[in-house]
């Protein structure tokens, strides 16, 4: 039996987009998105997307200061966006660190896991919301060719959801 629970759900949507844009208010009040590398292999209970981050940056003192972010997952190719909002804490856990540990990630974080430079960020999701189109480009196409030389108003191409994750 397939899973549809909320969890689920937004995992199937988001698990192949390989980097989220984080956004965050800056120290001057305009928002400011960073592109990360969502670490999870699945989406736990608590509902938290996991970021490996450098201990100092711009980005780790804002979020001490301000938790409150923003994560935008695209996969434009299949008309799939996601947008999260949640909260954001630090975890100094060594062996999650080293479980979620890429090889890619050595680049920024020569010492591996264990580099005293590396900030495990977890993003607790408070709300999460997708829109989906499963409808060909195609039929997209004809869809809004058909509104516009009407007059009417298009209908709804696929499904726009939000989703409650406690």
Known sequence: ???????????????DIRFAMLAHRAADGRLHAHPLTTLNK???????????????????SR??????????????????????????????DPARKEAL??????????DGPTDPNLVLLAVRIEHAEYWDVKDSKLSQL???????????????????????LD
């Open 42 to 60: 699945d989406i736990d209970a608590q509902s938290q997307l996991f970021f490996f981050i450098p201990r100092g940056s711009e980005l780790h």
């Open 101 to 110: 540990w890429t090889p890619l990630a050595k680049a920024w974080f020569p």
């Open 63 to 92: 979020l001490q200061a301000d938790s409150q972010v923003h994560l935008s997952y695209a996969d434009p190719g299949e008309d799939c966006y996601v947008s999260l909002s949640g909260t954001a804490g630090f975890i100094e």
């Open 142 to 164: 004809y869809q809004l060719a058909t509104a516009a030389l009407t007059g009417e108003q298009p209908k709804p191409l696929g499904e726009h959801r939000e989703l409650s």
């Open 1 to 15: 039996m397939p899973d549809d629970s909320p969890h689920a759900t937004l995992w199937n949507r988001i698990k």
